[in-house]
């Protein structure tokens, strides 16, 4: 037999055949040398033909190598886990849950040391802060970096994989750059804890200045909502990039004009933003400026509603009946109007600012009319 003839072996002893045989490979197929390109590069990276048969069947060959990479390390099953760290199975199914992600299935080998280490600092928050805080508190962590997992997907998604989609580029360069994309994740957590730390800091300031005049966990600031009026039918009109252009924009206004306020953007709900400010004039600059700066479209116009008073701050958000009156307040708003209540214009004074009577409106939840303001910016002649 000629070394031509002979079966073709892929590295670590692999040949084309047992991937044939496994369903991996059909060398008759138009993509033949693509995929067994793809199914040696695996083998070099140590994946097994299991593993491949796996992901092939999950529907996610190309990114197999990267999947593994996120999550390495040898696994245990739940009760495995719970026998290491002394805890029982229930709990650790608990924190998971708190922290959004699902249930695993008692049998599956799928924690790796990275959620023995997870599971071990909630024990020690536990001990710090007490067992009934410390699952609210994984709800917020675990909020916060569903979204910022969900925002590292669509980031590779649009700079990375459509344009290789688009270029038809092969299932072995798509496999690469997953891998690539995942081991530049090893930069992220660095960045992270430097970030936190530093809106710590901001956070931490922005509460004294609040609680000086409230009591433990009160505040009192001024709350905001801005929505764009509009912004439903023009949804239906638009291409999903324009749409998405759309939001990007008016994410990034809000974000930029409420943090260079000193303010906080604490959520954004589809085509309404929600903040609050110590400072009631910086408040209502903040929605003053978010009104101006789409002031030119003609397809979106936003609105706002401001109300100042005592609010309650859980879970990184803020409650309380003076956040449901500048949500009511912002409802009653015309297109590029922003209404506020007395005490917003007691709080704020006159600098820069002016504020036009609006009248006492009835609003939704509220037993007696709410006397309201139009707000405006004062001219050299008032």
């Not at 699952?135 to 917020?140: E, G, K, N, S, T």
């Not at 085509?271 to 408040?283: L, S, W």
């Not at 409650?319 to 005490?343: I, W």
């Amino acid at each position: 037999m000629t070394p031509e003839s002979q079966p073709r072996r892929a590295p670590r002893g692999v040949t084309a055949a047992e991937f044939a045989a496994a369903g991996l490979y059909d060398p008759a197929a138009p993509n033949a040398a693509d995929r067994l390109g793809l199914l040696e590069w695996f083998v070099e990276q140590g994946l097994s033909l299991e593993q491949m048969v796996h992901g092939l069947r999950d529907g996610a060959l190309t990114g197999l190598a990267a999947d593994l990479a996120l999550r390495p390390g040898e696994r245990l099953r739940l009760e495995e886990l719970a026998t290491e760290l002394d805890m029982r199975a229930e709990h650790i199914q608990r924190i998971r849950l708190a922290a959004g992600l699902p249930p695993a299935e008692p049998d599956a080998p799928v924690f790796t040391p990275d959620d023995a280490a997870i599971l071990r600092a909630f024990q020690v928050g536990a001990e710090l802060f007490g067992q009934p805080f410390v699952l609210p508190f994984a709800r917020v962590v675990g909020s916060a970096l569903a979204r910022i997992a969900e925002a590292t997907i669509a980031l590779y998604l649009v700079n990375v994989e459509r344009p290789l989609v688009e270029a038809s580029a092969r299932e072995l360069a798509l496999a690469q750059a997953n891998l690539e994309a995942m081991r530049s994740l090893k930069s992220i957590p660095p960045v992270l804890e430097a970030l936190f730390r530093a809106h710590l800091a901001n956070a931490i300031r922005r509460s004294r200045r609040a609680r000086a005049r409230a009591g433990s966990d009160l505040a009192q600031m001024t709350v905001g909502f801005v929505d764009l009026v509009g912004f439903t039918p023009l949804s239906r009109q638009l291409s999903s990039q324009e749409l998405g252009a759309l939001v990007d924009r008016f994410e990034t206004q809000a974000n930029d004009i409420t943090t260079a306020r000193d303010g906080r953007l604490v959520k954004i709900i589809g085509d309404e933003v929600m903040f609050v400010a110590v400072d009631a004039a910086a408040a209502c600059d903040i929605a003053l400026t978010l009104v101006d700066r789409f002031r030119a479209d003609a397809s979106v116009m936003p609105r706002g509603g401001l109300a100042t008073g005592t609010l309650l701050m859980r879970g990184g958000d803020y409650y309380g009946p003076v956040v449901n009156l500048a949500s009511r307040v912002a409802e009653l708003a015309v297109p590029r109007e922003v209404l506020v209540t007395t005490e917003v214009v007691a709080e704020a004074g006159a600098d820069g600012l002016c504020f036009e009577p609006a009248g006492k409106r009835m609003l939704k939840g509220f037993d007696e009319p709410v006397t309201l303001y139009a707000a405006g910016r004062a001219t050299t002649s008032q």
